[in-house]
Every structure is written in C-alpha cells, then in structure tokens.
C-alpha cells in the first residue's frame, strides 16, 4: 500500500498555438485534418468499456459541407441506457475505493494525450464536426480542456487536505465519499472542454458516470472517450451512449441509483430535467446533486465614457466568434448616443473584412452554424428583423445553406430595448443594437437588468473609475462572469471560474473547487482515544 501525502504538480494554463502560415502546427493540423476527412468512421458507443453497435447507423456531416460524410455512429435505445447505468453501478465500488492519487494520475495523464499525441486529432475533430476556425478549436479543445484537468486534480488536492480542528484526545477528521449512486452528465456540442470535463469532473471525485453526448457532438466525443481510455480510466466508469435526451431521461430519472446530474444546454431541457427530478425524488435513495449551466443573453454595455474602438472589437469578436454559438457570446449591446456613429463605423469596417467558409480554409474568420435547426431560427430572426418597423438590419444579414449551414455575421438595431433579439437567446451570429440617451445611464442599466431571465456574462466599458464602481456594483446579479473593457467572452480555467445564475444556471462555477465539491458528501469521522467510562457529569456530584 503506497504511504505519503501526495502533491500534485502545480496547475498552469495550457499556452494556445497559433497555427500562423510557415509553422509546424499549421502542417500537422493540416495533416490530421486531411487525414479524418479521407475515411468514414464506424462510431460504437463504449459501454462498460466495451464496443456497442446496434446497426441503426446515422450519418455525420460537416455543418460547413454536407455533401460530405465522415462517418456513421451507431444510436442505440433505452436498453442501452439500463446497460450504461448497469456498468456504472458494477465499476463504482472497485473506482471509489481506489487512492484518489491514482485517479489524479489517470486525469493528469488525459492532459497531456490531449497538449500532446492528440492535439492535432481532437482539434480537427472539431474544427470538421462542429465547424470551429483553428483558433477556437485550439483554445477550448485542447486549452481549456486541458486546463480542466489539471487544475481539477489540484481542485481535488485542495478539497482532500480541508481537515478540521481536534481537541486534545481526540481526532476529528472528514472524509469525503463520492456519491451514493451513478452522475449522468448531459453535454453540449458547442465546447469539446466542456464535453470532456462534465464527466471528467465527478469520476475523478471517484464516482461513475453515464454519459449522453449531443448529437451534433458525437464525433468528437468518440475521439475524447479514446482519449480517456488510454489515459487509463478503466472500464464502466464513464460509459459513452448515443442515445436521444428523452429516451436517456426516461431512464435515468427514474433510476433509485441516480446521484447527480452534471449538464450544459438549453434552459429549457434543464428546468424539464429539473421536473422529471422533483416529482420522482421519492423514488431516489439519496437527494441527487442538479448542476448546470444553461445559457445566456449576455450584455455589452457602453457607458458615454468608453473606449468607443475597444467595445467595437468586443461587439466583433464578442459576438461572432464561433458563429455567436458561445453562452458567454454578446447579444445585446448597449450604446450610448455620442459614441453609437463611431462605434459602429468600426463594427461595419471589422464585419465587412471578415470571410465566412470552411474552417479548412484558415483564412476564415466564421464558419457555418451546427445545424438546420439553428439555420433556419437564425434566417427567420434575420428576416423579422428586416420586416418589423422597430428594428432593422444594419450589417450583413445574409444567410446560405446551399453547400453548409452560413449564417453572415449580422448587427440589428432596434428602437425597443424589449424587442425579442434583446431578450431572447438565438445561440448565433446575431447582435442587437440598442441607441440609449448619454443622459439616461442610470435608467439604462435598469432596463438591461430587467430585460433578460439570464445571468450569465456581461461586460462594462468606461474610462471612469468611479462609473466603473458604481455600474459594477449596479449589475451585481446581471452576470456571473462579469468582464470590465473586455469582451464577456472567453473565460480561462484557473483565472475566471465560469457559470451564472437566473435563468443561466446554478453557478457551481466550472473550473472551479465549488464544481468539484458538488462531487462528494463529507464524512466526519471522530474518534476519542480516552472513552469515558461513567455516565455521570461533574455537575452531578453533591456539594
């Protein structure tokens, strides 16, 4: 049996690469991207750390090419899901009571597959299945990604090594167990870090774990489940089922061994979710842990003392990196009157310099949405827009589907602080502009407090200290990450601990301990080493 306190190597941030013309990376991205295009993958589910195919066989298609296909995934049913559940529970005991250094180990060593023999492979898995630039695959699939397991292992270090006072006599001690039952971690397909760490974060607490990827998202799960394999996480302790959310719910749900629930997605999906829970909660054996995070019509607000070029770049890149599918992405803009011409000269510039295409094509900026659902909800927001007399379209509002699903980065400008683009969250490239009197600052931020159910991310831009003050205290329940003369993108492992609240989420704060500590259920454990031996305290003895 090993014998020592063990510390963890000190957590840092994955340094992104820059994939410029002339370096290695551009070629061996290139390479990888060349090589996952040139096969059609037979995708299996892993369930209890074997190959599951059922032969109902559905296609993958890049968004940005659809007469391409890169393979096949194999959709299984509710059998699959009582399988998936079924090798959680066998693999739990034998995982839970393994030294949790070892499980630091195996999640410390995914890390480095990732920055390393994978960083290539998981990035064109990404860039091709769910159309991101090389950039934005980079920093979140294999960065961010990274960053959540290291810095998770030292999360863990850190909760392990919360001990409490002992008295003289005794030792008081506290263990923490993970989770009486199975997590189901439900993932987005906008973020590869975050498909990871949903059920990364609660197995390396030692708990097990099924999980349902979204179906636009499958692909690159299967490389990131290939990841954990060989990294070493044994088999049935993250299961990988393809299966639809109704069907893993029913299920799951209903299971008197669900524990815990670990999801990214829609609002919507998580308040059902939340239902399903509430009225099968007799059926549990133990109240199960609801985290998520849910989405978000998140804020740019300029006060008439802002840098009017550093919040046109926010608007840009805030909100059209990755085709606005971000749920920190910028969705509405407030700007003041002096400063509206010259803020959105440089947005029309900014905009109108950037291409829109494949992301094998490094040159451009914007890919193609995830999906004709998404597609055909963004060009119907667009074309409202050009109808409706409160709002028009003031750049781009272009959108193509004939070879992928393009939506144009486009600004809309409304005359109605309430209009729907302001309040509703479209999950793309699509910004709203909303012109507020420089005098009216205090009225302003009331109606942007009131506006939207979300909390996730906004951001403030002023050159005035004692604005800043005021506005960041103002907005306080507005957003959970909360960015001054910055974008309300981007948040970093480690640096901003990311979540919301509202409508957005119960912010246990992904990239965080918080997160983490959602994972186990403390024990404490006392012990006396000299037991008294007679009932009868001093107060009852006779004078």
Not at 116 to 137: D, E, F, V, W
Not at 183 to 198: R, Y
Not at 293 to 310: L, M, N, Q, V
Not at 507 to 521: E, P, T
Request: glycine share 8%; hydrophobic share 35%; net charge negative.
């Amino acid at each position: 049996m090993p014998k020592g306190f063990f510390q963890v190597p000190k957590a840092k941030n994955e340094p992104a690469r820059s994939y410029a013309p002339g370096t290695k990376d551009r070629d061996e991205l290139k390479k990888a991207l060349k090589e996952l295009k040139s096969k059609e993958l037979d995708i299996p589910m892993i369930i209890g750390g074997g190959e599951v195919r059922t032969g109902n066989k559905v296609p993958v298609h890049p968004p940005h090419e659809l007469n391409h296909t890169l393979g096949y995934y194999h959709k299984g049913d509710e059998k699959h899901v009582k399988q998936a559940i079924e090798a959680a529970l066998e693999a739990k005991k034998k995982w839970a009571a393994m030294p949790w250094h070892e499980r630091a180990a195996i999640f410390l060593k995914v890390a480095e597959l990732l920055t390393g023999p994978y960083r290539y492979k998981i990035n064109a898995a990404a860039m091709l299945a769910t159309s991101k630039s090389c950039h934005q695959a980079e920093i979140e699939t294999v960065c961010e990604f990274a960053d959540f397991m290291r810095y998770g292992v030292n999360f863990m270090s850190h909760i392990y090594n919360q001990q409490v006072y002992s008295p003289d006599g005794v030792w008081n001690r506290v263990e923490y167990r993970p989770l009486e039952g199975f997590i189901f971690a439900l993932t987005p397909f906008n973020f590869q870090a975050i498909t990871g760490n949903l059920p990364a974060a609660p197995a390396m607490m030692g708990n097990t774990v099924v999980w349902k990827p979204s179906k636009n998202n499958l692909y690159a799960a299967s490389v990131i489940m290939e990841i954990f394999r060989e990294a070493g996480v044994p088999d049935g302790v993250i299961n990988l089922m393809f299966v639809s959310g109704p069907t893993a719910g029913k299920v799951v749900f209903e299971h008197p061994n669900f524990a815990g629930f670990h999801f990214t997605g829609s609002t919507s999906v998580f308040q059902n979710a939340w239902a399903q829970i509430g009225q099968n909660i007799k059926k549990y054996k133990t109240y199960p842990r609801i985290v998520g995070e849910t989405g978000g019509k998140d804020y740019i607000f300029a006060s008439p003392r802002a840098d009017a070029d550093a919040v046109a770049t926010a608007i840009t890149r805030g909100a059209f990196e990755y085709q606005g599918q971000k749920c920190s992405a910028a969705s509405r803009v407030y700007l003041p009157t002096n400063l509206t011409d010259e803020i959105l000269e440089q947005v029309k510039d900014d905009v109108n310099s950037v291409k829109v295409g494949s992301p094998e094509d490094f040159s451009n900026f914007m890919n193609a949405v995830i999906d004709e659902a998404a597609f055909e909800k963004h060009s119907a927001a667009i074309d409202k827009a050009k109808n409706d007399d409160e709002a028009e379209i003031l750049i781009g509002g272009q959108y193509d589907k004939s070879e992928g699903y393009f939506i144009y980065p486009t600004v809309i400008k409304t005359t109605d602080p309430h209009y729907y683009t302001m309040e509703e969250e479209l999950f793309g490239p699509i910004v709203t502009v909303y012109v507020y009197d420089e005098n009216k600052v205090e009225e302003t931020l009331d109606e942007l407090d009131n506006t939207s159910i979300y909390g996730l991310t906004g951001a403030i831009f002023s050159q005035d200290r004692y604005e800043i003050d005021w506005m960041t205290r103002r907005l306080q329940q507005t957003a959970g990450n909360f960015y001054v003369n910055d974008k309300p993108t981007g948040s970093i492992v480690g640096q901003q601990p990311f979540g919301g609240a509202r409508g957005s989420g119960t912010n246990d704060k992904a990239g965080s301990f918080i997160n983490q500590l959602r994972w186990v259920s403390m024990r404490s454990i006392k012990e006396n080493f000299n037991p008294p031996k007679d009932y009868r305290y001093p107060f009852l003895e006779e004078e």
